[in-house]
């Protein structure tokens, strides 16, 4: 299991253009990927609208988590691309 913790900071906090960039990267990869956020809620990276339904705003923190055989390519992928979602706004 591999992690990575990503401010939000963008002033929409997590809307549609991230959440899509976090997914589409995500369901190219094997292992199960998830972020947890507010007090421990998960959401499940591979579902926009799970992602969505998280209500991410600007200013929060959330844990990205990948476990499974391609773990840490995944970690990196949906990372980078999250990342550079979130700096277009």
């Known amino acids: 299991?591999?992690?990575e913790t990503v401010v939000i900071e963008s002033?929409?906090?997590v809307h549609l253009r991230p959440a899509t960039a976090m997914c589409d990267q995500a369901v190219?990869?094997?292992s199960k990927i998830h972020f947890t956020y507010k007090d421990g809620k998960t959401a499940?990276?591979?579902s926009v609208?799970?992602?969505l339904a998280s209500g991410i705003r600007c200013?929060?923190?959330i844990e990205i988590v990948a476990e499974g055989p391609d773990e840490e390519?995944?970690?990196r992928?949906?990372?980078k691309a999250f990342k550079e979602s979130l700096m277009n706004d």
């Open 44 to 46: 499940n990276a591979k």
């Open 77 to 79: 992928a949906i990372v």
């Open 28 to 30: 190219r990869f094997k």
């Open 59 to 61: 200013g929060e923190q």
């Open 49 to 51: 609208i799970s992602i």
């Open 73 to 75: 390519e995944a970690l």
């Open 1 to 3: 299991m591999v992690s």
């Open 11 to 13: 002033a929409l906090g």
